[in-house]
């Protein structure tokens, strides 16, 4: 562990962090649902269209913050961030594969990988930051429905 940064440096890299937190959604622009998308048979358990951006933003906002206080702990250089990177750019290629692609069953094993990042970003954030583990935790939460999800699209189309 380091001495934590100050409240200035830790607002700028908080800054830094729900930047790169949303550019990850931006594969979401470049790759949008579509009437690809619109022509699958949805799970009866699938949430309005409407739903994911604001769930998204709240996921994001959280992972930022999550990294962050993680950050504030041991500095950019270590095993939780590092996890943290891997998730996310996992994260951004799920678009890519789900709705880019077309490709349901492949976004499935991403979306497994991402997953499993993403719980190990949550043991590494937990022994450096019980804060950060708690604002991380609602995401692996959120990917364990998308998992969820994603291998309802594909078994239904």
Not at 58 to 65: D, G, H, Q, V
Not at 78 to 98: C, D, K, M, P
Request: proline letters at 6%; one cysteine or more; aromatic letters at 20%.
């Amino acid at each position: 562990m380091r001495n934590p940064p100050g409240t200035l440096v830790s607002a700028l890299a908080l800054v830094i962090f729900l930047v790169l937190s949303f550019a990850a959604s931006a594969t979401g622009i470049l790759f949008g649902p579509g009437d690809w998308y619109d022509s699958l048979e949805r799970p009866f358990f699938a949430p309005p269209n409407w739903l994911f951006g604001p769930a998204w933003t709240l996921f994001y906002t959280l992972m930022a913050i999550g990294a962050m206080l993680a950050w504030r702990q041991v500095g950019l250089r270590s095993a939780a961030l590092g996890w943290w990177f891997v998730q996310l750019v996992l994260n951004a290629l799920w678009t890519v594969i789900f709705f880019g692609l077309q490709s349901p069953g492949l976004a499935l094993l991403e979306i497994t990988l991402m997953w499993i990042a993403i719980l190990i970003c949550l043991l590494q954030f937990r022994r450096v930051s019980k804060a950060a583990f708690w604002f991380m935790l609602p995401y692996l939460g959120w990917v364990t429905f998308a998992w969820i999800l994603n291998a309802g699209f594909w078994w239904l189309n």
